[in-house]
T-cell receptor, first 114, second 110 residues
């Protein structure tokens, strides 16, 4: 049973380009969460999605960032017109349902903006 | 005030020591707490979760919640070099999201 799969593991983008980060949840998990981790900082919540629905995007920057979790395929976190401050590790997590369960995290995508 | 506060350390202990990792939280409305371990350049992995007050034990690890003081703790007995990692406390908040502390970096030296 594969865990949460994220790709790419490392992504380098020039300022102004677009970054697309992909996340495939664990089998049977219908809830997906995206977190960002800056160097020497904890994980910051960005967005919570279920299939075809954004449930909570209170942690998403208002501009340039978007997320989706289509009926088929992985969840995508999209960052348009990247800036140096977007450099961070982006983690995706999934859970089977709501309730007293922890999440299973992927290994993350490390985005570097040059 | 941050919702979940955690001393970032670093904490350095000799092998075999008992380690105490602590966090405080501000929002009493949510009572599920989780501890994650994160090795360098890896994703966090769930160690334990607890509900409300009390203790929960799993092998060398014990998680404790004190509602009266809004304090959550993780104890590691007989610490090993392989325990060297960053430990993240978290509280499950509204809309099912986890709110994390900054993480405490632990080094266990032989």
């Amino acid at each position: 049973n594969a865990g949460v799969m994220q790709n790419p593991r490392h992504l380098v983008r020039r300022r102004g380009q677009e970054a697309r980060l992909r996340c495939s949840p664990m089998k049977g998990h219908s809830h997906v969460y995206w977190y960002r981790q800056l160097p020497e900082e904890g994980l910051k919540f960005m967005v919570y999605l279920q299939k075809e629905n954004i449930i909570d995007e209170s942690g998403m920057p208002k501009e340039r960032f978007s997320a989706e979790f289509p009926k088929e395929g992985p969840s995508i976190l999209r960052i348009q017109q990247v800036v140096r401050g977007d450099s961070a590790a982006y983690f995706c997590a999934s859970s089977p349902t709501t309730g007293p369960y922890g999440y299973t995290f992927g290994s993350g995508t490390r985005l570097t903006v040059v | 005030q941050k919702e979940v506060e955690q001393d970032p350390g670093p904490l350095s202990v000799p092998e075999g020591a008992i380690v105490s990792l602590n966090c405080t939280y501000s929002n009493s409305a949510f009572q599920y707490f989780m501890w994650y371990r994160q090795y360098s350049r890896k994703g966090p992995e769930l160690l334990m979760y607890t509900y409300s007050s009390g203790n929960k034990e799993d092998g060398r690890f014990t998680a404790q919640v004190d509602k009266s003081s809004k304090y959550i703790s993780l104890f590691i007995r007989d610490s090993q070099p392989s325990d060297s990692a960053t430990y993240l406390c978290s509280q499950k908040g509204g809309y099912n999201k986890l709110i994390f502390g900054a993480g405490t970096r632990l080094a266990v030296h032989p």
